[in-house]
């Protein structure tokens, strides 16, 4: 027996078999603290983490930041400078995980040199069987790989790695628990990721996330009211609330009748000035949520994934509303609030898809007003029911739908910036823009990326008025007004 079959056997590998079951409702709620033994596992050494994919992806590395600076470690500005990094992975289309396998390639030369160095995956992409075995298979030099269920076991994992020399793996396909009271390393001091639930349980036949990221499962509110009131406090202007299907916030708590809507509400309260949250499903876009996107502080932007406007094609990736279903929806949104700007998500060649079925999700896109889309090409999940439908269409053709599609959807971007042309709008300020010619930038209320001249970085954090005087397709330019 080599000891790599010796290794695998104390390993926790994934399955997606256990990965898709829903049996148990009771979700334990885990309070992060630092262990004695692991209270100076890093003292004197330096972490770095690169974060792909979603905004919860983003808060989960924020958390691992908290955790591994609760035992000592500091931040490295240089990834091949740090005595461990990180990659808090992404699964959900193929081109995120090509990523990853090139960046370990720059990663095994460092170690080469530095055997010390500690290298560890986590995130999405070890939660899927085939990913972890490619890890143990062909990638010996990293040493650890664990998911996205046991990021409070990191500084165990770690002394682990250090103390056996071989490869620590621990991926738990299981329903889920909620973390709280993890320490965070917010990259803002003025916009914050505030996750309100995790998981998904809508199981849309294209996307792995339900079995990568677990059950529904939602934060007590008094725990997030702690969190939002505790960000107020500390002058945060900003929040953005997180789950994989944010407004099925509360279903799965007591009688479930405390819902997104409700949640909403009770932020207003708190005294935050902008609240923005992602991402919604429309099936739970309900009229109380609906209702609760008038209130002052949750900003008139949607992004409302709608993924295609064919009905049959909407039934086949389990989408559970029809194109009627959603329009309703939109046309329910833009009554209550006359301003809002509604974006979406859209995948182009679902397999099975047809020309004339592609051609409702353009005419949805144009009925609906989209005002912006992220729009992708079907890419095949393994493990996902729609990764073994036929799929006749070529890429080629594939790539001219979505370059027709992409037409639609830029006239929208421009249409939707060009309504603010002349209006003063309020921008919460970010930095300095990319172009650098004594410009600041900022989103507005409607989420709409603003460029202003200004060189005073103190207005960063604040939110200013500006004046639009022009409108482009991807952001606006004004003039701040005093
Ligand atoms: S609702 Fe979103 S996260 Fe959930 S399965 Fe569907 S696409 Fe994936």
């Known amino acids: 027996m080599s000891k790599l079959d010796d290794d695998i056997k104390k390993m926790f590998l994934p399955s997606l078999k256990d990965a898709r079951l829903r049996k148990n409702r009771n979700v334990e709620t885990i309070f992060y603290k630092v262990e004695d033994i692991y209270k100076n596992l890093g003292v004197g050494k330096t972490y770095y983490i690169y974060t792909y994919g979603c905004q919860g992806n983003e808060a989960d590395s924020e958390v691992m930041a908290g955790i591994l600076e609760s035992v000592g470690y500091t931040k490295a500005s240089d990834p091949l400078e740090s005595d461990i990094v990180l990659l808090n992975t992404c ?4 081109n995120a995980e090509q990523r990853i396998w090139g960046v370990l390639g720059q990663l095994k030369g460092r170690k080469r040199t530095h055997p010390d160095m500690l290298i560890g995956i986590c995130g999405c992409m070890p939660q899927e069987e085939r990913a972890t075995n490619k890890l143990i298979e062909s990638y010996g030099f990293v040493d650890l790989v664990f ?71 939602s934060r007590r509110k008094e725990d997030i009211l702690a969190e939002v009131n505790d960000l107020v406090k500390r002058g945060y202007k900003e929040i953005t609330l997180l789950g994989q299907n944010v407004n099925a916030y509360g279903k799965d708590i007591d009688d479930g009748s405390y819902t997104f809507g409700d949640l909403l509400t009770d932020i207003d309260k708190t005294g935050i000035l902008r609240v923005r949250f992602t991402s919604p499903h429309p099936r739970d876009m309900d009229e109380k949520a609906i209702q609760a996107m008038k209130l002052k502080s949750v900003m008139p932007h949607l992004h409302f994934p709608v993924q295609s406007g064919n009905d049959r094609v909407l039934k086949i990736m389990n989408r559970k509303y029809t194109r009627e279903e959603y329009l309703y929806k939109v046309k329910r949104l833009k009554e209550e609030v006359p301003n809002i700007s ?7 060649g679902f397999p099975g898809e047809t020309y004339e079925e592609f051609k409702d999700t353009v005419t949805l896109s144009v009925e609906a007003g989209f005002e912006g889309a992220f729009t992708f090409i079907y890419s095949p999940r393994e493990g996902t029911p729609a990764a073994s439908m036929p799929d006749p269409i070529s890429i080629e053709e594939k790539h001219k739908w979505f370059d027709e599609l992409k037409e639609t959807i830029d006239l929208g971007y421009l249409k939707g910036n060009q309504r603010f042309l002349g209006e003063i709008v309020e921008v919460l300020v970010e930095g300095e823009s990319k172009s650098g010619d004594g410009m600041l930038c900022g989103y507005t209320p409607n989420n709409k990326l603003t460029h202003f001249k200004s060189d005073d970085l103190s207005l960063v954090g604040n939110i200013v008025k500006v004046k639009i005087t022009d409108a482009k397709s991807w952001f606006m330019i004004g003039d701040l007004v005093e």
């Open 91 to 94: 699964a959900v289309r193929e």
């Open 342 to 348: 509604i974006t979406t998500d859209i995948i182009v």
């Open 147 to 217: 998911g996205t269920h046991n990021r409070f076991n990191l500084p165990k994992l770690i002394h682990q790695a250090y103390l056996s020399g071989s490869k620590v793996v621990e991926v738990f396909s299981n329903e889920g628990n909620i973390l709280e009271n993890a320490p965070m390393v917010r990259e803002s001091n003025f916009k914050a990721w505030v996750h309100i639930m995790y998981g998904c349980d809508e199981f849309c036949t294209y996307c792995i996330v339900p079995y990568t990221r677990g059950r529904e499962r």
